[in-house]
């Protein structure tokens, strides 16, 4: 968790600020940490995996987000791409985006919630077993998108437009 979040303000994602320069009427969201397990084929775990994602559930449509619409592939069309590609002799390759969501920015200020066990200091965030509930006299601002934001999928595909 402590690499994740070291992550965020490496890539200047977020910013930690008083709650109480906030503009009036503004709720930060919860702060919710997702894990996953990275599996081998053979299904032995090599890696084990966190995202820190504000609570998109709390987001209101014209408040924090107007647009969600992000354009998916189909598996079909993928096989199909990949089949033509080895029927005509062309070569692929796969690119992996690290943190891809962050890389994209925001339209609106968005605020989330000290994750618990995590202390601020100076700047940044420490991670502290001993502090179970998180200070209410900091929050996080997003600089940029995050996973679990209604409009997270929505910003990061004008990203790659843009690109």
């Known amino acids: 968790m402590q690499n994740k979040i070291d992550g965020l303000f490496r890539h200047d994602t977020l910013e930690v600020v008083l709650a109480s320069s906030l503009p009036p009427n503004t ?49 079909s069309t993928v096989h199909l791409i990949l089949i033509l590609t080895t029927f005509l002799g062309y070569h692929s390759r796969q690119v992996d985006f690290v943190q891809a ?30 502090q179970p509930a998180p200070s209410t006299d900091y929050v996080l601002k997003l600089k940029k998108n995050l996973y679990g934001l209604c409009q997270a999928g929505y910003n990061w595909h004008e990203k790659l437009k843009s690109g």
């Open 27 to 75: 709720k930060p969201f919860s702060a919710i940490w997702s894990f996953r397990k990275k599996r081998l084929p053979c299904w032995t775990i090599i890696k084990w995996k966190s995202h820190l994602c504000p609570h998109g559930g709390q987001q209101f449509q014209g408040g924090y987000f107007w647009h969600t619409y992000a354009p998916v592939v189909k598996w």
């Open 101 to 130: 969501f962050s890389q994209a920015n925001f339209d609106c200020d968005v605020y989330m919630k000290i994750p618990h066990h995590f202390i601020v200091d100076g700047s940044r965030l420490k991670f502290n077993v001993d």
